[in-house]
């Protein structure tokens, strides 16, 4: 099972970029589906979530406000739109499908996980 991610690149600080996710083969529309980072020397960390239905996104206190996570399951897709962003969000973003979340965050790890793109906010 493949999970292809894209949309990474070099931004600004301040500027945008918005990351798609779709697999290969198997859908997953049922599926909660999220994002996960990690930066150089860190360890991987979560970023959004959301549910099948659409209606109950989830976010790290880092992102929240900047970044917001949406899905197309008709396109069995999930996007990560990311505003304002900072040096710090400098990372491999993952997606990721298959776990349980709460507000406070991730409940279990994820089954089904992405190659990564990578995002670089120069400042």
């Known amino acids: 099972v493949q999970l292809q991610a894209s949309g990474g690149g070099l931004v600004q600080a301040g500027g945008s970029l918005r990351l798609s996710c779709a697999p290969s083969g198997r859908t997953f529309s049922n599926y909660v589906k999220g994002w996960f980072r990690q930066a150089p020397g860190k360890e991987r960390e979560f970023v959004a979530a959301i549910s099948w239905s659409g209606d109950v996104p989830v976010y790290a206190d880092s992102v929240k406000g900047r970044f917001t996570i949406s899905r197309d399951n008709a396109k069995n897709t999930v996007y990560l739109q990311m505003n304002s962003l900072k040096p710090e969000d400098t990372a491999v973003y993952y997606c990721?499908?298959?776990?349980?979340?709460?507000?406070?965050?991730?409940?279990?790890?994820?089954?089904?996980w992405g190659q990564g793109t990578l995002v670089t906010v120069s400042s």
């Open positions: 990721a499908t298959h776990f349980s979340y709460i507000n406070r965050g991730p409940l279990s790890t994820p089954t089904y």
